[in-house]
Antibody, heavy 121, light 107 residues
C-alpha cells in the first residue's frame, strides 16, 4: 500500500525551528518528486516547497524562501522540511504529497495525514 | 503568481442533483489543472488530473473539463458522501497555487 506518514509537528515559539519528516512506503521513492503543502486552521491549501526525485532541484513558495529547507534521503525513503525563523502565520497542518508522474510540476496523488505545527508564545 | 478563483464559494445541494464548480485562472495554465476533494478532518484526495483525466478509484460521477483559463468540475447525481471542500490546483507555473475552495453541503 502506498503510504506517507508525517511527523515532527508541535508547539514552537516565534523565531524557533522545527524539522518535519515524511516517511514513504509502497512505491519507489527516488522516482518521484515530492511536495509539502500546508493548511492554516479553517483555511485553504497552500503549496510550500517541492523537491525532485534525485534531490538535485528544489522549489519554494515566497513564504518559505530563506526560512525553510526541503531535503530528502532516498536511502531512508524520507522527506524532510526544516523550518527556521518560524512565524505565527506558519501555524498550519503540514502535508507531504507525492507527485503523480514524478515530475516537479504535477498533480499530487498521495497525501499524508498531516502534522500540526503551532507557532505561539 | 497565477491566481485561481473558484465559484461558488459555497453550495447547498440536494442528493441526486448535479453540481458544477468552476475554476478560473488569471493566466493560461494549459491543461495543468487538477481537482481535489477534502472531507472534514481528512487529507485532500485527487479527483481529476490534467483538467479531464480520471483517477482510478474515483467514482465516475466526477468529471472535469476545460483548458487555458476556464475549468469545470462536475459532480453528476450528488451523493451524501460528496459533502466536502473542493479545490483546484495549477502545476503549470511556479509557484504552484490552489483555488480558495468550494464547500459543498448536502441539504
Amino acid at each position: 500500500e502506498v503510504q506517507l506518514v508525517e511527523s515532527g509537528g508541535g508547539l514552537v515559539q516565534p523565531g524557533g525551528s522545527l524539522r518535519l519528516s515524511c516517511a514513504a512506503s509502497g512505491f519507489t521513492f527516488s522516482n518521484y518528486a515530492m511536495s509539502w503543502v500546508r493548511q492554516a486552521p479553517g483555511k485553504g491549501l497552500e503549496w510550500v516547497s517541492a523537491i525532485s526525485g534525485s534531490g538535485g532541484s528544489t522549489y519554494y513558495a515566497d513564504s518559505a524562501k530563506g526560512r525553510f529547507t526541503i531535503s530528502r534521503d532516498n536511502s531512508r525513503n524520507t522527506l524532510y522540511l526544516q523550518m527556521n525563523s518560524l512565524r505565527v502565520e506558519d501555524t498550519a497542518f503540514y502535508y507531504c504529497a507525492k507527485h503523480y508522474y514524478g515530475a516537479p510540476g504535477d498533480a499530487f496523488d498521495i497525501w499524508g495525514q498531516g502534522t500540526k505545527v503551532t507557532v505561539s508564545s | 503568481e497565477i491566481v485561481l478563483t473558484q465559484s461558488p464559494d459555497f453550495q447547498s445541494v440536494t442528493p441526486k442533483e448535479k453540481v458544477t464548480i468552476t475554476c478560473r485562472a488569471s493566466q493560461s495554465v494549459g491543461s495543468s489543472l487538477h481537482w481535489y476533494q477534502q472531507k472534514p478532518d481528512q487529507s485532500p484526495k485527487l479527483l481529476i488530473k490534467y483538467a479531464s483525466q480520471s483517477i482510478s478509484g474515483v467514482p465516475s460521477r466526477f468529471s472535469g473539463s476545460g483548458s487555458g483559463t476556464d475549468f469545470t468540475l462536475t459532480i453528476n447525481s450528488l451523493e451524501a458522501e460528496d459533502a466536502a471542500a473542493y479545490y483546484c490546483h495549477q502545476s503549470s507555473s511556479l509557484p504552484w497555487t490552489f483555488g480558495q475552495g468550494t464547500k459543498v453541503e448536502i441539504k
